[in-house]
Structures are given as C-alpha cells and as structure tokens.
C-alpha cells in the first residue's frame, strides 16, 4: 500500500516537477525580442538585441542599487561602443513605489551610466517571456551574446554577490566582445 501511494504521489507531482526545472532561462537559450518602456513612458523593444554582446541588468526597484559594483566594474573596462552595451530594465510589478518615481530614478541611472540605456517594465513583460521566475527583492544580471544567445545569467540578492561575480563575467564580456 506504502508503494502505491508514493507512485501516484510521484505520478501527480512529475508534471509540476519537469515544468520547474524547464521554467527558466538557461545558457544558450535565444531571446525574442519584447516591447517595453523608456523611463518617459515610450514604447520600445530591446535596443541591439541581435547586433550587439548586451549586460542586462533586470532589477527590482527595491534593491535597485544592488549591482552596482559590477556596473562600476563593467564600466572601468571601457568595452567598445560598437559591439557592447548596458541594459538596465526597472522591474516595476515587484515594488510598492509607484511607476513615476520608477521612472524618476530611472532618468537618474541614466545620467550617472550616461553610457547605458535604462528601460522599464511595467508588467513582467521580461520576466515571463525570458521565463527569469521570482524577480523580487533581487536583481538578474545576463550576458546576451551578438546572435541573442543567453552567454551568462545570474539572479544577485546583495552587493556582495555582484561583486563576487565580477571576474566571471568580464571574462565572458571580453571573450564575447572580442569574437
């Protein structure tokens, strides 16, 4: 009787179980390109998607500081302008602030990483068709190679993790850059 019941305990919960594991984005995974916003409430896709090695930055605006040592550090490599460029993607449906002050402080990031672009979602548009799962309280940071395969992806809780990643992914950065 034990048996039986751990079998079709087994056989209810394996679908739940495979989709788990087949939810997330994964290394060498294509990105299809998705329509959000400018911090001025425009409509756009995922600039250089597909031309372009990306860093994308997908935060919380709770913890909206959290990656910026490895922003500090990707930024002291001076990567060329032709074939890199930061993304930083406010996630707006994981925070109580409203989407305005969202987009204030998101004009912000973009005068201190000038360089960069800042963009925002409103409604989990990245997170579900990048399948990222729980995007609260923490930040995803992906390496996006030139032909929009996923390089690198990591979900960073604390400052401390961004910089212990940091080696890691200029290393990927400059490989891929210098393809």
């Known amino acids: 009787m034990t048996n039986r019941l751990l079998l079709l305990l087994v056989a209810l919960l394996f679908p739940f179980l495979v989709n788990a594991q087949q939810n997330y984005i994964t290394v060498g995974e294509k990105l299809a390109n998705v329509n959000i916003k400018t911090p001025d409430d425009k409509p756009t896709k995922i600039p250089f998607l597909g031309e372009k090695v990306l860093a994308i930055f997908y935060n919380d605006p709770d913890v909206k500081d959290i990656n910026d040592p490895l922003s500090d550090g990707i930024k002291a490599k001076h990567f060329s302008k032709e074939k890199y460029q930061g993304i930083g993607i406010a996630n707006c449906k994981d925070t109580w602030l409203p989407n305005s002050l969202i987009r204030y402080a998101g004009r912000q990031k973009q005068a201190k990483y000038p360089s960069s672009i800042i963009l925002v979602d409103d409604d989990y548009v990245i997170s579900k068709a990048w399948k990222l799962g729980n995007c609260n309280e923490l930040s995803y940071f992906i390496i996006v190679g030139s032909d929009s395969k996923v390089k690198y ?23 891929e850059i210098n393809k």
């Open 153 to 175: 992806v990591k979900s960073v809780k604390s400052q401390e993790e961004s910089k212990a990643i940091i080696p890691v992914v200029l290393d990927i950065l400059e490989k």
